[in-house]
């Protein structure tokens, strides 16, 4: 079984773009949450989507959206770009309700860097 | 509200030495633990998780856990450690109460094992 797959692997922004990430989960899992990972902050919660609808919110700024398709891919967006936006991002999968006690499997991330 | 505390920032052991990788957590309601192993350029791998039942868990590589509800812990451990051990340890809360899979992270514990 394919694990979580996320593209691309590495990009270079400059402040005040836009960026879009994708995230294709593994098959048959329905939630896809999305964290960030910095060395100051560490792992952070960012979204979780579950059946196209988002299911939870971290506490970050209205430019870090995304959505789920119906074949349960998720996009992420960050809008307006800053140098602190500079970070992993990790996209996990899980199947979801009604199975929620089960673990999370990661992706490899995005590595985003800010000039 | 849910939160974890790794308050090792590394753990330095010998190989063939055991070691223990401290975790505490708090949650209001009852709480899904879980270990993930991250290593350089790479997403989190799961290791193990404790939803309920027996309290000393097991997961991959030989590594276990012990849940102590009085003492909020969920220490990761392994009776003899290897030099490819050497990694970045996070241990992840998940309360019951909650809805969906938002998993709350520890800050990471940074494991290495000298031959």
């Known amino acids: 079984k394919a694990g979580v797959t996320q593209t691309p692997r590495y990009l270079i922004k400059t402040r005040g773009q836009q960026v879009t990430l994708s995230c294709s989960p593994i098959?048959?899992?329905?939630?896809v949450s999305w964290y960030q990972q910095t060395p100051g902050q560490g792992l952070q919660f960012l979204f979780e989507?579950?059946?196209?609808?988002?299911?939870n919110k971290g506490n970050f700024p209205g430019r870090f959206s995304g959505r789920q398709f119906s074949n349960s891919r998720s996009e992420m967006n960050v809008s307006t770009l800053e140098l602190g936006d500079s970070a992993l991002y990790l996209c996990?999968?899980?199947?979801?309700?009604?199975?929620?006690?089960?673990?999370?499997?990661f992706g490899d991330g995005t590595r985003l860097s800010i000039l | 509200a849910q939160s974890v505390a790794q308050p090792e920032d590394q753990v330095k052991v010998a190989e063939g030495n055991p070691l223990t990788v401290k975790c505490t957590y708090s949650v209001s309601g009852n709480p899904y633990l879980f270990w993930y192993v991250q290593y350089p350029n790479r997403g989190l791998q799961f290791l193990l998780k404790y939803i309920t039942g027996d309290n000393l868990v097991k997961g991959s590589y030989g590594f276990e856990a012990e849940f102590n509800k009085s003492q909020t812990s969920f220490h990761l451990k392994k009776p003899s450690a290897l030099v490819s051990d050497s990694a970045l340890y996070f241990c992840?809360?998940?309360?019951?109460?909650?809805?969906?899979?938002?998993?709350?992270f520890g800050g990471g514990t940074r494991l290495m094992v000298k031959p």
């Open positions: 098959s048959g899992h329905r939630s």
């Open positions: 992840a809360v998940r309360d019951d109460n909650n809805a969906g899979n938002m998993l709350t």
């Open positions: 996990a999968s899980s199947p979801g309700q009604p199975y929620s006690n089960q673990p999370q499997h």
């Open positions: 989507y579950f059946s196209e609808t988002q299911r």
